[in-house]
């Protein structure tokens, strides 16, 4: 009976361990690659973090700018619309000077080239609001036709 022989394990030969050694080699220059990648990366990382902080600081600033400089004009518009509403007013008592010196609204309207309807609500709002306060509104006028009508 012959037995049966069993496959030779194979030897390294020193062709084989020199192969080896230049395949860990090359894996020690990969890693080494590896480190130096990450290490530039780790770099770029933190200069973007840190300019992400910057425009976040910047678009706060911008935003804090903003709300001030809408604040700003928003007090401007206010005292604007105050001085307009003051020389409308000095507006409407110079029309009602003239359309109590005998203009009409037509008139006034053509001199002015303001709308009749708003030269009459002009006229309107620049009367005083009380009776009392125009003259000769409620007092009886002087002539023939003030006389009491009462026996005394």
Do not use: C, F, W
Not at 36 to 51: I, N, P, Q, S, V
Not at 74 to 83: I, L, Q
Not at 84 to 107: F, I, T
Not at 108 to 128: Q, S, Y
């Amino acid at each position: 009976m012959t037995a049966e022989k069993k496959p030779r394990r194979t030897r390294r030969t020193a062709s084989g361990a020199d192969e080896l050694t230049a395949l860990r080699a090359r894996r020690a220059e990969l890693d080494a690659r590896d480190v130096e990648r990450r290490r530039r990366e780790d770099a770029a990382l933190e200069r973007y973090a840190r300019a992400a902080g910057e425009v976040r600081k910047a678009r706060a600033a911008a935003e804090a700018r903003t709300v001030e400089l809408e604040r700003r004009a928003a007090a401007e518009r206010d005292k604007a619309m105050e001085v307009e509403r003051e020389q409308e007013a000095a507006q409407a008592a110079a029309l009602l000077e003239l359309h109590e010196l005998g203009r009409n609204a037509d008139d006034l309207a053509a001199l002015t080239g303001v709308p009749v309807k708003k030269v009459r609500a002009m006229i309107r709002a620049a009367r005083p609001t009380t009776a009392a306060a125009e003259p000769g509104a409620q007092e009886p006028k002087d002539g023939p036709d003030s006389a009491p009508t009462g026996t005394d």
